[in-house]
C-alpha cells in the first residue's frame, strides 16, 4: 500500500537539484536523523543524475510505502530508454556499464534500506528507493500532504550553487559522523582484540592448571597405591612375629603348667629373638616414612668422616675390608639422610656376604657437572639380574628375598631418599660381586677454599 506525495519531472540538472532538496524535506518531516536524510537524498541525486545523463528526461514520483507493517519514505524514479543491458552485470559489483551506467545504482542500493530496479529493452528503467521511517513519525493526513505540497509550490527559485554547497555541507557532516564512528569501531576492535589475548591467556592458563591438576591427581594415585602396597607388606611382615611370639607364649604357659621350667626357660631367647625382630621392622617402618621429608635441616657433611660414622656403627667381621678414599667431597645436605643411605648399603653387603673373611668392599665417588656418582662395590655372591628391581622396593620383594634383607625396608628407604633428591640409583651385577650406585645433586658440593 503507497500514499502518493508529489511528483517531479526530470530534464535538467535544477531538477536533479531539486529532487535531492524534496527528498531532503520529506524525511526532515517525516523525522528521519540528519544522516539518514543525507544518505536517501544522495540516493534519489545519483539515479536522477544517471536518468539525465544516459536518457535525458524521466520523473521521481515520492510517496510513502507500508510493507510488512513497517513503513518506508519512497522514491520511484523513471525513464522511458533504451534499457540497461548488463544489468545483472552491474548489480553483481563486478564493475560499471560500458556508458558510466552503475557506479550511481551501486552507491544508491548501499544507502537505502530497500532498492529495486526494472530494466527491459526498449521500455525504460524503474528505480525503486526506500528509506524507512522511524516510530516517530508524524500521522500523515490528506489535509497535511496538501499543506506540503503548497508550501513547496510556493517557494522561491532554487539557486543551484547554494542547493549543491548545501549538499556537500551535508555529505561532509555525514563523512565526519562516518568517520567518527570509523574511529569506535576501531576501538571497539582493538578492545575485543584485547579481549581475546585476554581469553586466550586465561585459556592458556586454565589448560595448565588442569594439566598440574591431571599431574597432581596422578601422583596421589601412585601415592594411594604405594600406601596400599606398603601397608599390605607391613601388616603381612608384623603378624609373623606376633604370630611367633603367640605360638611361644601358648607353649609357656603350657611348660609353667605342667611345671617344666627347664622347657620354659629354653623359650625366653627364642622370644627375644621375636621381639628385636618385630623391633627391628617397627625401626624401619618408621625409617621408611620419614625418608625424604623434606623439612630436615641442612648441614655440612664431610664424607670421609660421616662414612667412618657408618661403619664404625655395623656390626664388621673381623676379616671385612672396607676401603674408604680420603679425599672425598663435603656437602651442604641433609646429614641423616646420606648416614642412612650408605648404612644401609653398606650394612646390606655385610649381612649377605657368603664369604666375610675375604670380603672387600670399595667406596668410590666422581663428580660431575650436574651430579656426583657415587659408588658401593663389594665381592659378594652378587644379585641375580631377575632380583635387582625387587630389591630396591619393598612392595616388590618375594618371602625369599624380604627374609634374607631383615626387615626388608634398608633398600627401599635408600631408593626413597634418592627419588626425593631427583636423583637415580641401580645396582650392577654380574655373577659375583654387586655394585650399588647412586647420584646425588651437584649443586650441594661446597667448593673447596683455593687458599
Same mark, same amino acid.
Given at each position: ?10 530534464? @535538467? ?36 543524475? =544517471? ?30 530508454? $533504451? ?89 561532509? &557532516? ?18 575485543? $582484540?584485547?579481549? =581475546? ?19 597432581? =591427581? ?7 597405591? #604405594? ?16 604370630? =611367633? ?42 625409617? /621408611? ?5 623434606? @623439612? ?23 676379616? /671385612? ?5 680420603? &679425599? ?44 656426583? #656418582?657415587?659408588?658401593?662395590? &663389594? ?69 673447596? &677454599?683455593?687458599?
Amino acid at each position: 500500500m503507497s500514499r502518493s506525495i508529489i511528483k517531479i519531472n526530470i530534464t @535538467n540538472e535544477l531538477d536533479v537539484v531539486l529532487a535531492y532538496k524534496r527528498a531532503m524535506q520529506l524525511s526532515e518531516r517525516l523525522g528521519m536523523a540528519q544522516a539518514n536524510q543525507t544518505k536517501f537524498a544522495t540516493a534519489v541525486s545519483e539515479i536522477c543524475r =544517471n536518468v539525465i545523463e544516459h536518457v535525458g528526461n524521466g520523473g521521481i514520483h515520492f510517496s510513502l510505502a507500508e510493507e510488512g507493517g513497517v513503513h518506508y519514505l519512497e522514491a520511484s524514479i523513471t525513464d522511458r530508454g $533504451r534499457g540497461i543491458g548488463n544489468l545483472e552485470h552491474i548489480l553483481s559489483g563486478r564493475g560499471s556499464s560500458p556508458a558510466g551506467r552503475g557506479s550511481g545504482i551501486i552507491n544508491s542500493r548501499k544507502l537505502t534500506d530497500f532498492f529495486d530496479i526494472e530494466s527491459a529493452f526498449e521500455k525504460g528503467t524503474r528505480v525503486t528507493l526506500r528509506k524507512k521511517l522511524p516510530v516517530q513519525a508524524p500521522n500523515l493526513t490528506k489535509q497535511l500532504l496538501e499543506n506540503w505540497t503548497m508550501e513547496f509550490d510556493q517557494e522561491t527559485s532554487i539557486s543551484p550553487y547554494a542547493e549543491i554547497k548545501k549538499q556537500n555541507m551535508q555529505l561532509l &557532516d555525514l563523512l565526519e559522523q562516518l568517520r567518527l564512528r570509523n574511529i569506535e569501531a576501531e576501538q571497539q576492535l582493538q578492545e575485543i $582484540r584485547r579481549l =581475546n589475548i585476554r581469553l586466550q591467556q586465561s585459556n592458556s592458563e586454565i589448560g595448565m592448571l588442569l594439566e598440574e591438576r591431571d599431574k597432581k =591427581n596422578s601422583q596421589l594415585q601412585r601415592v594411594n597405591e #604405594s600406601l596400599d602396597a606398603f601397608a599390605h607388606t607391613v601388616s603381612h611382615d608384623l603378624r609373623a612375629p606376633l604370630q =611367633n611370639i603367640n605360638g611361644i607364649a601358648t607353649a609357656l604357659e603350657a611348660c609353667l603348667e605342667d611345671d617344666l621350667l627347664e622347657e620354659a626357660t629354653l623359650m625366653f631367647p627364642m622370644l627375644r629373638q621375636q621381639t628385636n625382630k618385630m623391633d627391628r621392622l617397627i625401626t624401619g617402618i618408621l625409617a /621408611y616414612s620419614l625418608a625424604g621429608h623434606r @623439612n630436615i635441616q641442612k648441614n655440612a657433611v664431610n664424607l670421609y668422616t660421616l662414612l667412618h660414622q657408618v661403619v664404625a656403627s655395623l656390626n664388621v667381621p673381623a676379616g /671385612y675390608e672396607i676401603c674408604i678414599p680420603e &679425599d672425598l667431597p663435603v656437602l651442604y645436605t641433609e646429614e641423616i639422610f646420606l648416614y642412612q643411605v650408605f648404612s644401609n648399603i653398606i650394612g646390606n653387603s655385610i649381612q649377605h656376604h657368603d664369604q666375610p673373611d675375604k670380603a672387600l668392599l670399595q667406596i668410590a665417588c666422581e663428580v660431575n657437572p650436574e651430579f656426583l #656418582s657415587f659408588s658401593i662395590q &663389594d665381592n659378594g655372591p652378587g644379585i641375580p639380574k631377575n632380583k635387582q628391581h625387587q630389591v630396591l622396593s619393598i612392595h616388590e620383594l618375594d618371602t625369599s628375598v624380604r627374609r634374607s634383607l631383615s626387615s626388608g625396608l634398608g633398600l627401599s628407604i635408600v631408593s626413597k631418599i634418592i627419588g626425593r633428591k631427583g636423583c637415580k640409583l641401580w645396582i650392577e651385577s654380574e655373577g659375583r660381586g654387586s655394585r650399588f650406585v647412586f647420584t646425588w645433586p651437584a649443586t650441594e658440593l661446597i667448593a673447596e &677454599d683455593p687458599s
